[in-house]
Structures are given as structure tokens and as C-alpha cells.
């Protein structure tokens, strides 16, 4: 991996040096350490490779310590083009950079077991469809859109626990914000499954061992109450009996959740669980088809469990879907790397200070209806913005409102309509007053008829 080099670059001279437009091939080029930012501007990172060429653009922008909302509001203003910054680089306030630089190596909650992350990441894909997708139709495409997603990108790129929970905590005040279509899963159900995925297991035990740890003695793990263990048919080794333990299941489960409030971990993890000993795998999430749409959380659990049993217990169709999530979770991360974003998390909160509510339709982004973000250096997320079109109320079974069109284009459609009909009209009477009358029809009737428009 090659070094970037970086020079600052003054407020004024930002948007000539990020086109490539401003001769800086005789300034020295330093390391970070280096480089003394003297008033309002950007450090901007460059290969070194990039000056061989006459074209030098940067792929790193830091921020200045202070005052990086003023810059954002000058650019706006003054040099619109420029914005936002993250249209050409990576863009990072420089204390997101430092802790980036000095985060390897730390990772012990969220780094131990990357290989968990896919089907985390997958479970929740299926969760947040409300049951319309299986594994088979699922688009792989959907998993850069999953809070899952980030997290495992922040965990398996920068191995930092605090670097992860920081990621966390941002994307929690995320989804508290109301230009975004609200999600069937809060971020708060899925803590408690990230913090398992590095969870000890028995390679060789199988997902029994976890009808262990449901168990009152062991409340290290998982609440006290017990309610699986009653089923002991979902062991059996006849597949017929290993379904009937589970309707019977399913059927008692929901009565015990009737008239229950709030989120249950230990009742999501049991009935995902339940399912999964019915396959012996993952061949059998089609029978939470219906639960999971007033629990969404469940194919999130059941992703986990998929994760801890490993490949041994996947089906061909999981198998694949996971594979295809592993590919672009695994990347390694790099400082030269340009990242796929719209925008970049300093952006996202000045944007958010100025309480516009098209503050992010005016913003040129790789998809019309979603907004992509980097949260934290190397993980991105996707968002949807509720003018999108359509909005999803997670408190009605999967209603779906259609927002009324804009006003512009109510008004451009009316104009369109009363100039075709004035055309028509006026087309009308000249025809009229062009045919002759008959021998029957009088001139004050004629002469009426053509005052009207020639309508009857």
C-alpha cells in the first residue's frame, strides 16, 4: 500500500486544487504530521503516483479541527460545484482520521469471528423485506442498505471495538431521523445480536448446545425463562415429529406473546432456534414466513444461529447468499481507497444542523430514491428518503402510502390539460363558423351556437 502525501490547501483555493485546476506540483508534499493548516481550509491526501500525471485530484479530504460547517457553508455558497466534498474523495474530520490511523490490533467484542457477520448481515436482509423475499429472491444488492452491514465493515476493516461502537452509536441517532423510511427492525433489538457474534462455541455440539444455554442455569447468556426445552421433538430424528414440535411450538409461542409488550430476545431467539432444529439447518426458514411479520427481529436470530453452526448447516440457496454478502465484507481497508458514498457522516451532520427537509433531494447521488452514506471511515449504509415515494408504517402489517405528486408537477400537468383544451376549443369553433347553415336553421341560432364555442 502506498503512502498518501498530503498539502493544505486555503478555502480559496479548495475548488481549483479538488479539478485538478491549481499548479501544486512545486509544493512539498509531507506526511500528516507535517502538514500546518494556517486558517480556513482542507488537508488534502495524494498517491504519489498522481503527480507523475498532469492530472492530480485528491482522494482523501480531511477537515479542519474547527469550523468545518463554516467551509461546508462557504463551498455551498460560493463554489456549489464543489458540493458535497465527497464527489471527489473520501472526506473525514481529522478526528475521525486519527482514530482511524491508530485503531489496529484492539478488536476483542466484534472482531473475534468475521466469518459470522454474512449471515447476520443476510438475516437481517429478510427481516427488513416483512417476509415478501426468500433466501433464493432476496437481491444480494440489499445488504449495503442493513444496519448489520456497517457494523461488520467498521468491526472487520478497523478490528476496534471503540471504533464499532462508535459506528453503533451514529447509526442510532440515524434512524431517529425523519427523512428517512422508518425500518421494521430499531437498531436497539440488534445489539444484542452483535454483541454474540464473536460469542465461544462448540463446533462440534451443533445448535443443541444453545438449548443449553437457553437453560436457567446458565442467565450469563440469556434470560430464565424456559419454554423450548419442553420440545424436545424438534431432536427427533424423524422430520415428521420435528414438525409437529414445532407447530405445537409455534402455536403455544404466540399465545405466550399475545399479550406481551415490548421486545423479547429470549422468545425471537427460541422460535428461530425452533425452526432451525426442524431442518437440522437453514433449509427450513420458510416456516417463519409469518411470524416474522409482527417480529422481525426472529430472521435476525435465526442468521446468528446460521452463523454460529457454520457452512455444515446451510443449504445451497443460504449458502450462496452468504457468499455473495462475505465478498464485500472482507475487503481490506485503505486510505486511498475511494469510498462509494454520497456523502460523508461531517457532511450528513452539517446538512442536518441547517433542519431542511430537502436538504438531501438537492444532493447529486448514485441512486434517485437513496441516500448513501459513510458512517464511520470504510462502512457505508444506505437510506431511503421517505420522498422517495413510498413510505412503510411498521405499526400496520406492511401498509404501503403513496405520497401525493408535488406541487410542481400538479401544476405543470394543469397548465398542460387547460392549454390542450383551449386549443380544442378554439379548433372547435373555428370549424363551426366555417361550415355553412342549412336552409332549416336560422341566423340569430347560428350566430348563437358560434358564441358559445359551438357547444349545445
Same mark, same amino acid.
Given at each position: 500500500m502506498t503512502e498518501l502525501k498530503f498539502v493544505f490547501s486555503s478555502r480559496d483555493d479548495l475548488p481549483d486544487a479538488l479539478f485538478s485546476m491549481l499548479d501544486n506540483s512545486h509544493i512539498p508534499k509531507h506526511s500528516i504530521e507535517a502538514v500546518k493548516a494556517i486558517g480556513l481550509g482542507a488537508i488534502l491526501g495524494y498517491p504519489n503516483q498522481s503527480f507523475e500525471h498532469d492530472y492530480s485530484s485528491p482522494y482523501l479530504v480531511i477537515l479542519p479541527p474547527e469550523k468545518s460547517f463554516e467551509l461546508f457553508a462557504w463551498l455551498k455558497t460560493y463554489a456549489p460545484e464543489t458540493f458535497p466534498l465527497s464527489q471527489f474523495g473520501r472526506v473525514v474530520s481529522r478526528a @475521525?482520521?486519527?482514530?482511524?490511523?491508530?485503531? +489496529? %490490533?484492539?478488536?476483542?467484542?466484534?472482531?473475534?469471528?468475521?466469518?459470522?457477520?454474512?449471515? +447476520? +448481515?443476510?438475516?437481517? !436482509?429478510?427481516?427488513?423485506? @416483512?417476509?415478501?423475499s426468500s433466501v433464493t429472491s432476496i437481491p444480494l444488492s440489499r445488504a449495503t442498505a442493513t444496519y448489520s452491514f456497517s457494523v461488520a465493515r467498521a468491526s472487520i476493516a478497523h478490528k476496534d471495538d471503540s471504533v464499532t461502537q462508535e459506528c453503533i452509536n451514529r447509526l442510532d441517532f440515524l434512524s431517529s431521523d425523519r427523512r428517512f423510511v422508518d425500518r421494521l427492525i430499531h437498531i436497539k433489538s440488534l445489539q444484542p445480536l452483535w454483541e454474540r457474534v464473536g460469542m465461544a462455541w462448540d463446533d462440534h455440539a451443533g445448535a443443541e448446545q444453545l438449548l443449553q444455554k437457553i437453560h436457567p442455569e446458565n442467565k450469563d447468556l440469556f434470560s430464565n425463562r424456559v419454554s423450548i426445552t419442553d420440545y424436545m421433538g424438534l431432536l427427533s430424528d424423524s422430520?415428521?415429529?420435528?414438525?409437529m414440535a414445532f407447530r405445537n411450538f409455534a402455536k403455544n409461542w404466540s399465545v405466550r406473546l399475545g399479550g406481551s409488550r415490548g421486545h423479547d430476545s429470549q422468545a425471537e431467539l427460541e422460535i428461530a432456534l425452533a425452526a432451525f432444529l426442524v431442518g437440522r439447518g437453514t433449509s427450513h426458514a420458510f416456516l417463519l414466513k409469518d411470524i416474522v411479520r409482527k417480529h422481525p427481529s426472529i430472521y435476525v436470530w435465526f442468521g446468528l444461529i446460521a452463523?454460529?453452526?457454520?457452512p455444515?448447516?446451510?443449504?445451497h440457496a443460504w449458502a450462496r447468499a452468504v457468499k455473495g454478502i462475505e465478498k464485500?465484507?472482507?475487503?481490506?481497508?485503505?486510505? =486511498?481507497?475511494i469510498s462509494p458514498c454520497d456523502i460523508s457522516w461531517a457532511e450528513y451532520r452539517w446538512l442536518d444542523s441547517l433542519d431542511n427537509e430537502k436538504a438531501f433531494q438537492e444532493l447529486p447521488k448514485l441512486l434517485p430514491k437513496v441516500l448513501s452514506m459513510e458512517i464511520v471511515p470504510g462502512a457505508v449504509c444506505q437510506f431511503r428518503l421517505k420522498s422517495a415515494g413510498i413510505i #412503510?408504517?411498521? =405499526?400496520h402489517s406492511g401498509t404501503i402510502v403513496e405520497e401525493p405528486v408535488s406541487t410542481v408537477e400538479? @401544476? !405543470?400537468?394543469? $397548465?398542460? +390539460?387547460?392549454?390542450? !383544451?383551449?386549443?380544442? @376549443?378554439?379548433?372547435?369553433?373555428?370549424?363551426?363558423?366555417?361550415?355553412?347553415?342549412?336552409?332549416?336553421?336560422?341566423?340569430?341560432?347560428?350566430?348563437?351556437?358560434?358564441?358559445? %364555442?359551438? #357547444? $349545445?
Open positions: @475521525d482520521y486519527n482514530s482511524i490511523k491508530n485503531s +489496529v %490490533g484492539r478488536g476483542k467484542l466484534y472482531w473475534q469471528r468475521p466469518d459470522r457477520w454474512p449471515s +447476520v +448481515v443476510l438475516g437481517e !436482509m429478510l427481516a427488513q423485506s @416483512d417476509g415478501d422430520a415428521e415429529n420435528r414438525v452463523a454460529l453452526c457454520g455444515a448447516s446451510w443449504d464485500s465484507l472482507k475487503s481490506s481497508f485503505s486510505w =486511498e481507497e #412503510r408504517d411498521a =405499526e400538479t @401544476d !405543470m400537468l394543469y $397548465k398542460f +390539460v387547460s392549454e390542450f !383544451m383551449r386549443i380544442a @376549443d378554439k379548433n372547435k369553433l373555428n370549424l363551426i363558423e366555417t361550415i355553412p347553415p342549412s336552409s332549416d336553421d336560422t341566423a340569430p341560432k347560428a350566430r348563437r351556437t358560434s358564441s358559445r %364555442g359551438g #357547444r $349545445k
